[in-house]
């Protein structure tokens, strides 16, 4: 078999892509992120620089599953480190309530009644488990200077929704 397709030994862990979101960004885009989204990844950044990755270090590098770790810990560093290195902090706290804006928290209703929660947030923070979506998804675009009280019209795979906006956080 040719060596092309075989790897050198299957002791050694395979390096997993992982890019940073805002390396995705459209040229000349800012990279926003709320001020609490930089705290946290500098909180991370800090928590595996100075603890996760010297304790894995110390356990040993002959085991895999210790190489895999340290090598997810130090692929995970450069994330952050990328990441913050184009971070443009965005005070949310500081904007008004009163109209939809990067960093708020909206309450919206659908026409059959159903309530949804979304956070408008940069792309590198983006979690759809707690509604945190990114301030370029279809849903923020739709949402972004609504006030509440404001139908807003979004797109999705059935068809368009009609949004009505609750409150806004």
């Known amino acids: 078999m040719n060596k092309a397709f075989t790897k050198e030994s299957d002791e050694e862990p395979e390096e997993p892509d992982e890019f940073p979101r805002s390396a995705q960004l459209p040229p000349g885009t800012p990279n926003y992120t709320t001020t609490d989204g930089v705290a946290r990844m500098r909180e991370e950044l800090d928590r595996l620089t100075n603890t996760e990755a010297p304790a894995a270090a110390k356990s040993g590098t002959a085991d895999p599953e210790a190489k895999r770790r ?24 500081a904007q008004s309530a009163e109209t939809v804006r990067f960093g708020s928290t909206v309450w919206v209703q659908d026409q ?11 792309v590198d923070e983006i979690d759809l488990n707690r509604g945190w979506v990114s301030w370029l998804s279809p849903i923020a675009k739709a949402l972004l200077n ?22 806004i956080g």
């Open 112 to 122: 059959a009644g159903a309530e949804f929660e979304y956070r408008i947030v940069g």
């Open 146 to 167: 609504a006030k509440v009280g404001s139908s807003i019209a979004f797109r999705t795979p059935r068809g368009e929704e009609q949004l009505l906006v609750v409150r």
């Open 70 to 93: 340290l090598l997810r810990i130090e692929q995970r560093i450069n994330y952050l480190t990328a990441c913050l290195r184009t971070a443009v902090a965005m005070n949310a706290a």
